[in-house]
């Protein structure tokens, strides 16, 4: 049900993910007001949200009765003026570029009504590279969701009131979703800055010659009991998502030397459109990759040595989010198992294989070259402070 303090919800950006998110406010109980500034982008969002709201329904997210009435709800319309009007939530989610977004919040800053919260949508960039593009710095923040997962990150910048991260919080649970209130901002929130060194760790094994996609996947699969690999996860995301992402970062954080040897592995696959499951192929055919078959994850010899750098990525990466003040180790764990519906949290799994054994073998890791030598030494300093 709707909270007090929130009725009308206005998404800025029909995409699939304002789209599914609309749709979700909707089969909620709230009215929903949608922006594209292309009419052509709003008369496919409609059908884009019937979509959505008929795939709640037979999930059980909502009644089938009730995607009539949620839909009936939902104003669409290119004029920012005219959805933002009664707005008291903006959840905003355009390109992923810093300059549109400034741009779009300072429109909506101007337009909205002094009540209304802003927040931006935004996977990578930080609340604080936007916020100063509005005057309302207390009712501004990132809600990021997942599509697919009930996870929403929520992070405050500088000027964020504690009530508007309170209001955002209820409305997040209002919507059967799971909120993550971060300590502070942090590139990729907590699931994507734990799930990114997992995903090139397994494209490192790949490019290296040390296992095939088949084998690395099975590894990941055969000891986290989970349902696809680093590989099979990339085909979900797009392989040109993952290749422009890797094309334009820096160095910074990076382990010396992957970036072209990612950019290889991924190349020739791009030349060939073979995107992933949005274009039937990637490293898998769709719609029956091999990945799903019975036997895929058996046990098999090699998976253990495949494994253990995947595993060790996954907990090095929690470990600089927890060093880094972002969140505790238990919210860390929290938001890895409702992201990917694992069963266990990486810190959990730090105490499964135990500290002084994860230590010995990262350190042995890190030396060759696995993980990037600064960010090593943040979690040998973390293990030295805590004994």
């Known amino acids: 049900m709707p909270i007090d303090e929130i009725q009308t919800v206005c998404f800025v950006g029909a ?68 959805v933002t009007a009664n707005a008291d939530l903006v959840s905003e989610s355009v390109f992923e570029r810093l300059d549109i977004k400034r741009e779009v919040h300072s429109k909506l800053d101007q337009l909205c009504p002094a009540k209304t919260i802003l927040t931006t949508n935004s996977s990578y960039l930080l609340p604080s590279s936007i916020e100063d593009a509005v005057q309302r710095g207390d009712r501004f923040a990132a809600m990021h969701s997942y599509m697919g997962s009930p996870l929403v990150d929520i992070v405050g910048s500088r000027r964020t009131s504690a009530d508007t991260l309170r209001v955002l919080q209820s409305y997040v649970q209002s919507i059967n979703a799971v909120p993550l209130v971060l300590h502070k901002e942090h590139p990729g929130y907590v699931l994507n800055a734990i799930l990114g060194p997992v995903l090139a760790t397994g494209m490192r094994l790949v490019a290296e010659g040390l296992g095939t996609v088949e084998q690395v996947d099975r590894a990941w699969m055969h000891y986290r009991s989970a349902p696809m690999g680093p590989l099979g996860i990339i085909d979900i995301i797009g392989l040109n998502l ?146």
């Open 15 to 82: 995409g699939n993910m304002g789209c599914f998110n609309a749709a979700k406010a909707a089969c909620s109980g709230y009215r929903v007001t949608l922006y594209d500034v292309s009419e052509d982008n709003l008369q496919q969002a409609r059908s884009r949200c019937e979509g959505f709201a008929a795939y709640l329904a037979s999930i059980g997210y909502c009644q089938n009765e009730d995607v009539a009435p949620a839909l009936g709800r939902m104003v669409f319309s290119a004029d920012l003026a005219v």
């Open 242 to 387: 993952i290749y422009d992402s890797w094309e334009k970062r820096g160095e910074e954080g990076s382990i010396p030397g992957l970036r072209p040897r990612v950019l290889a592995l991924l190349n020739p696959y791009i030349e060939r459109n073979e995107l992933g499951i949005s274009t039937g192929k990637g490293f898998y055919r769709y719609p029956e990759p091999a990945f799903q078959g019975p036997d895929f994850a058996g046990a098999d010899e090699s998976l253990e040595m495949l494994y253990q750098p995947l595993m060790l990525a996954l907990v090095a990466s929690a470990v600089l989010v927890a060093a880094a003040g972002v969140a505790e180790p238990e919210e860390i764990d929290r938001a890895w198992m409702v992201g990917t519906s694992l069963d266990k949290g990486p810190f959990a799994v730090l105490e499964e294989v135990g500290p002084d054994i994860f230590l010995d073998a990262f350190e042995v890791f890190a030396a060759a070259g696995g993980f990037n030598p600064d960010n090593a030494k943040i979690v040998s300093r973390y293990f030295a402070d805590r004994g």
